[in-house]
Nanobody, 123 residues
Framework: QVQLVESGGGLVQAGGSLRLSCAAS????????TGWFRQTPGKEREFVAA????????FYADSVKGRFTISKDHAKGTLYLQMNSLKPEDTAVYYC????????????????WGQGTQVTVSS
């Protein structure tokens, strides 16, 4: 299993920006579809964004479309989530994950997860 380590979370005011990073121990995401999910207490893990295993196809939840951007740097083996125009409802623990599929919205189809990073957006 590739070890995934998220970083970049924190406290930000509404309207602000954060960039989350997800470093992979193998320094490559070539063999995996990748995604970001988030979770708040008492709720199921929610899809945020996905990046296809091949090419640059990206997919976003409607709630973040136009504000968040998923990307990856193959050379650094790092997945990113740029989050702009943050809202209080974006407050959650954010997780990066990999899937053997090309891409997926479904958390059940991801078999490798990072430990999560807390994002808190104040109003």
């Amino acid at each position: 299993q590739v070890q995934l380590v998220e970083s970049g979370g924190g406290l930000v005011q509404a309207g602000g920006s954060l960039r989350l990073s997800c470093a992979a121990s193998e320094r490559t995401f070539t063999n995996y579809g990748t995604g970001w999910f988030r979770q708040t207490p008492g709720k199921e893990r929610e899809f945020v964004a996905a990046l296809a295993r091949f090419g640059d196809n990206t997919f976003y939840a409607d709630s973040v479309k136009g504000r968040f951007t998923i990307s990856k740097d193959h050379a650094k083996g790092t997945l990113y989530l740029q989050m702009n125009s943050l809202k209080p409802e974006d407050t959650a623990v954010y997780y990066c994950a990999t899937t053997p599929l090309v891409a997926s919205y479904n958390a059940q189809e991801y078999n490798n997860w990072g430990q999560g990073t807390q994002v808190t957006v104040s109003s």
